[in-house]
Structures are given as structure tokens and as C-alpha cells.
């Protein structure tokens, strides 16, 4: 099975390891809790080096480099800042880094989500979802189910057990409504999943608003509200 597949790290390494704090998101760590091991880790697999040449990037000697992957060492501040540095530098950030960002200046009502149980968890949000009066509320790290609409609801679980984390669905084309201050909105939306080599799961979902009767033609075209694309 032939899924979308992005170059290592399950999550955009600069934002999960350096980012801000968002009100009610993730919480932000100090430097001295941050799991550099995982970070080092993660940039060596992205970017097919050894501890040796890491070590030589970063001024410091391979068994330095060793132990802070092992965990039983804590970089130094200045240690920190090169590591900041080489990992941000625009030619060594992972693809997945790439599509958050292109996501995030996008005009267009998109946003990646990764699984979180029975649920999906907002990674990335676009200017144009952001903006939406439908989604001025959903911040990153917040989970979908929690502000879906009882149709999107019943969508998001039926593509969580359709096998669309699990490399069986190449795509879900599905179609739904919601009401926002007594208004209904009508959706289309491309749900893709993309896996890094990690194995980290993600699905990118881009979405068009329908006129109630190109939702209604939409939906009279197919058997139900969600289509499920395979290679099989």
C-alpha cells in the first residue's frame, strides 16, 4: 500500500521542541526538560548523519552527543543554542516542518490533524480556517471532537475506523453540514493521510464551502455523505 509518505520526524521538530506556548495548548518546557535526545534523534534520521558529523556541527565531542540521545545528559545553554540554530536552519527542516508553515499562511480553510485515541488533534490551522467565523475558536492542540458539529462528528469517527491511519484509505472525499449562530454551513472536504518515516500519522484536510444546493446535488451524486479512495 502506497501512502504519502514525508521524511522523518512525526511532528514538526522547531515547533514541537521550540515553540510558543498557546493559551490551554501544549505546555512549554524549559530547555533543561526538553527531550533533546528525541530532537537529536529525530535530526539525525532526517537527515542521514552519523553522531560523529553531528558532534563536529555542533562543536562538542561524538560521546557528548551520545549521551544527550541517551538522555543521561543535559545540553549546556550554549550547546542549546547550536542546536536550535542547526536544527532551524531552513535546509535542514523536515518536509513536514514545510507543509505546517505552508498550511499556516494559506488563504484556503486547511488544516492537518494527527490521531489523539478516538480522536484527532489539530496540528496546523490556515489563515483562511482561522478566519472563518465557524473555526475563530479552535486553536491548535485543541481536539475535534470537542468543537465538531454533531454531522462532523459522526464523519470524524467514521474515518478514524475506516482505516485511514492504518495505510488502508489514500484519501475521504465527505461531505457535511453545521450550524453556527442559527446559521447552517455546508462543507466539502479532501481528507489525505500523510505518514512520516517515523511512523507518525497525519491527515490534511481541505475544505470548500457549498452552497445548499451544490450540497445538495453533491450529495445526491454518491450513496453517502463520505467517499473512501483506495489503490485497491
Not at 558529523?53 to 549521551?67: D, N, T, Y
Request: aromatic fraction near 8%; hydrophobic fraction near 40%; charged fraction near 20%.
Amino acid at each position: 500500500m502506497t501512502v504519502f509518505q514525508l521524511t522523518p520526524v512525526a511532528f514538526s521538530v522547531a515547533s514541537r521542541y521550540f515553540g510558543p506556548t498557546r493559551s490551554g495548548g501544549e505546555k512549554q518546557i524549559s530547555g533543561a526538560a526538553l527531550d533533546w535526545g528525541k530532537a537529536l534523534r529525530a535530526f539525525r534520521a532526517r537527515t542521514g548523519i552519523n553522531q560523529q558529523s553531528l558532534a563536529e556541527q555542533l562543536g562538542i565531542s561524538q560521546p557528548q552527543v551520545s549521551r544527550f540521545e541517551a538522555g543521561t545528559a543535559t545540553p549546556r545553554e550554549a550547546v542549546i543554542s547550536a542546536i536550535r540554530a542547526l536544527i532551524e536552519r531552513p535546509d535542514n527542516r523536515s518536509l513536514i516542518d514545510g507543509l505546517m508553515t505552508a498550511i499556516q499562511f494559506s488563504p484556503h480553510v486547511v488544516c492537518l490533524v494527527q490521531p489523539a485515541g478516538d480522536n484527532v488533534r489539530y496540528v496546523a490551522l490556515s489563515r483562511g480556517f482561522r478566519e472563518h467565523p465557524q473555526f475563530r475558536k479552535i486553536e491548535v492542540g485543541q481536539t475535534v471532537r470537542k468543537e465538531a458539529s454533531q454531522d462532523g462528528e459522526t464523519l470524524l469517527l467514521r474515518a478514524i475506523g475506516s482505516g485511514v491511519f492504518d495505510g488502508e484509505i489514500t484519501a475521504i472525499d465527505a461531505v457535511w453540514t453545521a450550524e453556527v449562530d442559527h446559521q447552517t454551513n455546508h462543507w466539502q472536504g479532501i481528507m489525505t493521510p500523510i505518514r512520516s518515516s517515523d511512523g507518525g500519522w497525519y491527515l490534511h484536510c481541505a475544505m470548500k464551502q457549498l452552497g445548499p444546493d451544490t450540497y445538495s446535488a453533491t450529495l445526491a451524486r454518491r450513496d453517502g455523505p463520505m467517499v473512501l479512495h483506495t489503490l485497491t
